[in-house]
């Protein structure tokens, strides 16, 4: 069965991000943003949980080294509707250092094995772990292979690669996501090695062409970046990989059937704001981008309130559709 994921992403794969996804592809698989255990544990869960049912099928990523911490949110999630969990072994931040989680719990695979057991127990859902292929100087193939055996061990089949290392000291979070140099062959032999486990490659991936080369090798593509700056990229997803209709054709009928969502969001309280930040990029490429993302993050729908989000929407809409005429009237002209 073909599967094809936006990655999970801090500060971008919110709900917001996510239901523009889902307005756009009903195929592709969507991961929350990472969500700490003591974070989930201890602070406002009901916010942090938060999905919109048209969410589905929904993974909620956590991050943490405490077994039990682990099955006390691997429970929650499964009572907030979650389809999956997955485990955070790839990033190469601090902060997550300094908290024992992220991508140096590659070097305990005996840890990580223990909290995927714990999650799967507790909550009764299919778990998936999100590495990278190594760190440091644990960037050995024999390490790797040792680390991915012995979570399968636990009955876990879900393993999602991306396909470098990180170093934990000198690169920044940014820097550990574009120099170390991308090896897909690395995961490409995971899968010849454990034919049996579901592995997905994530790193660098761009396009569609892209994603069916990978998908001859893997059987997941994770895509992160290039879904959050260019989300219509996603719109024919469904018709392409899946035979299916695509629920939008344009990316004004995807804004379209935004609204009533943004109004819903709005009625509940939301602030315009922090729900369009993540729908600048419908636009990006083409004509009236700039438009678009300039009416939904200036300063009139930084402050609007409920009542004039809708009509900031409208604007930014109008705006792309009187900026592609005047931009095809003036080529008219020329010709
Ligand atoms: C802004 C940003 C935030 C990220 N946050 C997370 C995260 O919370 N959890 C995680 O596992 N990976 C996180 N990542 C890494 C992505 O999931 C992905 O592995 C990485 O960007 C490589 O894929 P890409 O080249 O398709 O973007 C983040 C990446 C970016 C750009």
């Known amino acids: ?32 943003e990472m969500i700490t255990a003591p974070a989930l544990l201890h602070g406002d869960a009901r916010r942090l949980l938060r999905f919109h049912p048209l969410e589905h099928p929904i993974a909620l990523q956590l991050g943490g080294s405490e077994p039990e911490d682990l099955a006390r949110c691997a ?24 908290g024992s989680f992220g991508v140096c719990l590659m070097g305990e695979p005996q840890r990580v094995a223990e909290c995927m057991r714990a999650m799967a127990d507790a909550s009764g859902l299919p778990v998936s772990v999100k590495h990278r292929i190594g760190f440091d100087d644990h960037d050995s193939y024999d390490e790797l292979a040792r680390f991915v055996e012995t979570i399968a061990q636990t009955g876990c089949r879900h393993f999602i690669v991306h396909a470098r290392k990180a170093w934990l000291k000198g690169l920044s979070p940014k820097e550990n996501r574009e120099k170390p140099p991308l090896r897909y062959n690395v995961v490409a032999r995971l899968k010849r090695d454990f034919p049996d486990l579901d592995i997905a490659v994530n790193g660098g991936i761009k396009t569609w062409e892209e994603t069916e080369n990978h998908l001859r090798t893997f059987d997941e593509v994770m895509i992160g970046r290039q879904a959050y700056d260019s989300p219509f990229l996603f719109a ?15 990316r004004e009928e995807a804004a379209l059937a935004l609204i009533p969502y943004v109004k819903s969001e709005l009625e509940q309280g939301e602030r315009f704001s922090s729900i369009v930040r993540h729908f600048t990029g419908l636009y990006a490429g083409v004509r009236g981008a700039k438009a678009w993302r300039q009416t939904l993050c200036g300063d009139a729908a930084r402050n609007c309130g409920a009542d004039g989000g809708i009509k900031i929407f409208e604007k930014a809409l109008s705006e792309v559709a009187r900026e592609t005429a005047r931009t095809s009237n003036f080529s008219e002209q020329l010709t």
């Open 236 to 250: 024919d997803l469904d018709s392409r990989f899946f035979g299916d209709v695509d629920p939008v054709r344009t």
């Open 75 to 98: 429970v929650m999630a499964r009572e907030a509707g979650y389809d999956e969990i997955n485990l955070n072994v790839g990033c190469p931040s601090e902060r997550v250092q300094s």
């Open 1 to 32: 069965m073909i599967r094809i994921s936006v990655a999970p992403m801090m500060d971008r794969t919110d709900r917001h991000f996510r239901f523009l996804i889902r307005t756009l592809s009903r195929r592709v698989r969507l991961y929350t």
